[in-house]
């Protein structure tokens, strides 16, 4: 079992929509980064959280470290936020553990 | 130019070849990093250069040689690779610190081994 856990692992929506999209840890972290990454392979950092919630435009982020759990949230989801929506735990120094990923496809 | 760029972006390289894969940043931070992501996996943390100085090799074969000349260069020399080697190398760079700061990626190279 990957000690990053993301769910679902595959999304699909309508335009408009509000997403959600899951990671569940079970190391110890100092914090955890959601990544976007598109299609071509470039890789985007979207938060770095250690508590609370953090809201960037559509996008917010919230983790819950008592229950080693976070969410990405999309509001008015749109067909250019189509990615794959990766989440990290930073458990060291320079040691960081991905999920495999959740592949989101928003339609018009 | 500013950010991360890698060269090249597309290799195809056969098992007794040796080719080098290069990463530049230009946001002035002091920690570089080589992953790699194959279909269907995880990014796997490869090796980590701070101030120059390797701080992490996760078990990659020796067939992988990373050298980072400087803050702002950082190269993976390969030789005799498998086909199951064949992935995405993406580079990142951060500030570093205990922290490790948010990682700022390049956009990777896509490898082919034959």
């Known amino acids: 079992k990957n000690e990053v856990e993301q769910s679902p692992q595959n999304l699909t929506a309508q335009e408009g929509e509000f997403i959600t999209i899951n990671c569940s840890y079970s190391v110890g972290i100092s914090a955890l980064h959601w990544l976007q990454q598109h299609p071509g392979g470039g890789i985007v950092s979207l938060f770095m959280l250690s508590s609370g919630k953090k809201k960037h435009g559509r996008l917010i982020a919230t983790i819950n470290i008592q229950e080693k759990h976070s969410s990405l949230h999309i509001t008015a989801s749109h067909p250019r936020d189509s990615a794959v929506y990766i989440c990290?735990?930073?458990?060291?120094?320079?040691?960081?553990?991905f999920g495999t990923g959740t592949r989101l496809k928003v339609l018009a | 130019e500013t950010g991360v760029t890698q060269t090249p972006r597309h290799l195809v390289m056969g098992m007794t070849n040796k080719k080098s894969l290069k990463c530049e940043q230009h946001l002035g931070h002091n920690a570089m990093y080589w992953y790699k992501q194959s279909a269907k996996k995880p990014l796997e943390l490869m090796f980590v250069?701070?101030?120059?100085?390797?701080?992490e090799n996760n078990s990659v074969p020796s067939r992988f040689s990373p050298e980072c000349p400087n803050s702002s260069h950082l190269f993976l020399h390969l030789h005799t690779l498998q086909p199951e080697d064949s992935a995405l190398y993406l580079c990142?760079?951060?500030?570093?610190?205990?922290?490790?700061?948010?990682?700022?990626f390049g956009p990777g190279t896509r490898l082919l081994v034959l």
């Open positions: 990290a735990a930073h458990s060291g120094t320079y040691k960081y553990i």
């Open positions: 990142a760079s951060s500030q570093g610190g205990t922290s490790g700061g948010t990682q700022y």
């Open positions: 250069y701070n101030f120059k100085e390797q701080t």
